[in-house]
């Protein structure tokens, strides 16, 4: 079993910066690729980036590429999501989540993941 831990979200103008962390803790081992979702209200749980455990490949939805950039700390068994450029539409839980299958393929799909955090808020005012 893996516990997921997020932090790092707030309430900022559109145009800022935020950084969100998850620390993985349990059965814990680099090998798990990472990822982070986000859920607006009335809407599906979306994809927004992942990041492969082995040769640190990242895929990104379109809709944040250029803005927001993921990374791992395998040594603090830690994944980050960088986020610039914020805009109101960005406004969302945010989900770490974490998964020990091959994820080049299918990273995008919830059901590639098996370990969910329990989400931390991001709210962009205009």
């Known amino acids: 079993q893996v516990q997921l831990v997020e932090s790092g979200g707030g309430l900022v103008q559109a145009g800022a910066s935020l950084r969100l962390s998850c620390a993985a803790s349990?059965?814990?081992?680099?090998?798990?690729?990472m990822a982070w979702f986000r859920q607006a209200p009335g809407k599906e749980r979306e994809f927004v980036a992942a990041?492969?455990?082995?040769?640190?490949?990242?895929y990104y939805a379109d809709s944040v590429k250029g803005r927001f950039t993921i990374s791992r700390d395998n040594a603090i068994n830690t994944v980050y999501l960088q986020m610039n450029s914020l805009k109101p539409e960005d406004t969302a839980v945010y989900y770490c989540a974490a998964t020990m299958r091959s994820i080049a393929a299918t990273a995008y799909s919830t059901r590639t993941w098996n370990y969910w955090g329990q989400g931390t808020q991001v709210t962009v005012s205009s």
């Open positions: 349990g059965r814990t081992s680099s090998t798990y690729a």
């Open positions: 990041i492969s455990w082995n040769d640190g490949n990242t």
